[in-house]
């Protein structure tokens, strides 16, 4: 890639950020020189809290948690991922952050946080399929455990198709 993305705060506690006032930034690599820090637009709005960026594996998406403004970021349970185009625009929040509605969820959240993109992306009749996976903690045990979902973007237009999620099967129950 040719950008890094990352959290800006002005806040942090032991190292990890803590606070509400967070965003995410890209900068130019440029051979390590760097260069100019920008906001991205879409995971940089007020009245938010935008943090944990991943870019994916063709560097075109990139996934990050948000909060409302006043929620502590860290392990919140309203926390939810949101994907938006590498470049900025507005940023659409995945269909898989709501739990089934089997399960009949009783709330706060689920926490939906971590994002990770695969690093591979197919592309089949001009839409680009990307897999991601994130923790939630949508038992009821509140324990996270890690979900997949898919996301597709038409090449054409650039419109991006959530899908809801699978719990990756392999986890031990009672482990976090």
Same mark, same amino acid.
Do not use: K, W
């Given at each position: 890639g040719s950008r890094i993305f990352y959290v800006s705060t002005n806040q942090a506690v032991d190292g990890r950020i803590d606070s509400t006032d967070t965003d995410v930034y890209s900068i130019p690599y440029a051979d390590r020189q760097g260069g100019t820090a920008t906001p991205l637009t879409g995971a940089a709005e007020g009245g938010f809290a935008e943090y944990y960026p991943a870019l994916s594996g063709d560097d075109q998406l990139v996934a990050f948690n948000r909060v409302p403004n006043g929620v502590s970021v860290y392990?919140? @349970?309203?926390?939810?991922?949101?994907? #938006?185009?590498?470049?900025?625009?507005?940023?659409?929040r995945l269909l898989a952050n709501d739990p089934p509605s089997c399960t009949h969820w009783p709330g706060p959240g689920p926490s939906n946080t971590w994002p990770k993109w695969s690093p591979e992306v197919q592309t089949v009749g001009g839409i680009a399929y990307y897999w991601l996976v994130f923790a939630s903690t949508r038992?009821?045990?509140?324990? @996270?455990?890690?979900?997949?979902?898919? #996301?597709?973007?038409?090449k054409s237009s650039g419109d991006i198709r959530m899908h809801g999620a699978v719990q990756i099967w392999i986890q031990p129950e009672k482990e976090s």
């Open positions: 392990n919140s @349970p309203v926390a939810e991922v949101f994907v #938006v185009p590498e470049s900025g625009d507005t940023a659409t038992n009821l045990s509140y324990r @996270p455990q890690l979900h997949m979902t898919g #996301v597709s973007v038409a």
